[in-house]
């Protein structure tokens, strides 16, 4: 078995989670701007364009993983924090598949009717489900908050593994950080 992820691995996983930083910046910035102001309007489009391509990549990525064994965790690391580590890559997992998720659905279930048009080319139509429902403004709502919850939970889990990457780096000395991290070298143990 591999020390290291693979190459295919180590480029989505560094793509991705610099995509997801410039959606949060972007995000929190956008979010204070006057509503209906031109530049809003087009950060918007910029924000689902960068989620849908997140969203994919997030896909492709766990398809990936999914045949792809991850390196071993190190043999003296605690059972709880084995298990931290694979719950919290299980609830990355799931937060970047659904948040952009729950950005669509947002999207779709908005009373003004505004397309998403993917960096400007590509049309994405909204989702079907939500056609005709009496009750859209509070979906609306719901996913509007669930979006907003699910990027702050993003942000909460970033913290947690950065701060456990360095860790493992800093302070137990192990090749953890080595595994993902392009520019780190295995250690002798």
Avoid: C
Wanted: aromatic share 8%; charged share 15%; no cysteine.
């Amino acid at each position: 078995m591999s020390e290291r992820y693979s190459s295919v691995a180590i480029v989505l996983h560094w793509t991705i989670a610099v995509l997801i930083v410039g959606q949060i910046a972007g995000g929190l910035y956008m979010h204070e701007l006057p509503r209906g102001s031109e530049l809003k309007v087009e950060l918007y489009q910029l924000h689902k364009s960068f989620g849908v391509v997140i969203l994919l990549l997030s896909l492709l990525r766990l398809v990936w993983r999914l045949g792809h064994k991850p390196p071993p965790l190190p043999a003296d690391m605690a059972g709880w924090e084995k298990f931290a580590a694979r719950a919290t890559h299980a609830l990355f997992y799931v937060l970047m598949i659904g948040t952009p998720l729950l950005g669509w659905a947002v999207v779709s279930t908005a009373s003004f009717n505004v397309p998403t048009v993917i960096f400007g080319i590509i049309e994405l139509p909204h989702l079907p489900f939500f056609e005709g429902l009496e009750n859209r403004k509070d979906l609306h709502e719901l996913f509007e908050e669930s979006h907003e919850l699910a990027a702050k939970s993003i942000i909460g889990l970033l913290i947690l593994h950065v701060g456990a990457a360095l860790k493992h780096h800093l302070i137990d000395r192990d090749n953890v950080l080595a595994h993902m991290a392009p520019i780190f070298r295995r250690r002798s143990l």
